[in-house]
């Protein structure tokens, strides 16, 4: 059984910074989506282990860093200058492929999900 363990979320004002961290039980290509309140979910980052490919989408680049520690099995998701539309439940998750994709519904796994809350 695979488990993906993911923390760091919680409530930040405008400007602020967080930083979540997913562990996995084996080492697999990881990403962080996210699904803000009626929305479809939605890649921001990840990373294949094994052609050493990261990934942040264009959008966030520059506010949002990925950074992973192959030893630990563990993604960061380093999120500054949060803006309120950046509330959502982020989530972590993995895949057995090699690939790296930005679509939810490849990824074999997921954890149960981190409440990241931006006030104004």
């Known amino acids: 059984q695979v488990q993906l363990v993911e923390s760091g979320g919680g409530l930040v004002q405008a400007g602020g910074s967080l930083r979540l961290s997913c562990t996995a039980s084996?080492?697999?290509?990881m990403a962080w989506f996210r699904q803000l309140p009626g929305k479809e979910r939605e890649i921001v980052a990840g990373?294949?282990?094994?052609?050493?490919?990261?990934f942040v989408t264009a959008s966030l680049k520059g506010r949002f860093t990925i950074s992973a520690d192959s030893v630990k099995n563990t993604l960061y998701l380093q999120m500054n200058d949060l803006k309120p539309e950046d509330t959502a439940v982020y989530f972590c998750?993995?895949?057995?492929?090699?690939?790296?994709?930005?679509?939810?519904?490849?990824?074999?796994?997921w954890g149960q999900g981190t409440q990241v809350t931006v006030s104004s």
């Open positions: 990373v294949s282990w094994h052609v050493n490919i990261t």
């Open positions: 084996s080492q697999y290509t």
């Open positions: 998750a993995a895949r057995r492929s090699p690939r790296l994709v930005v679509l939810p519904t490849p990824y074999d796994y």
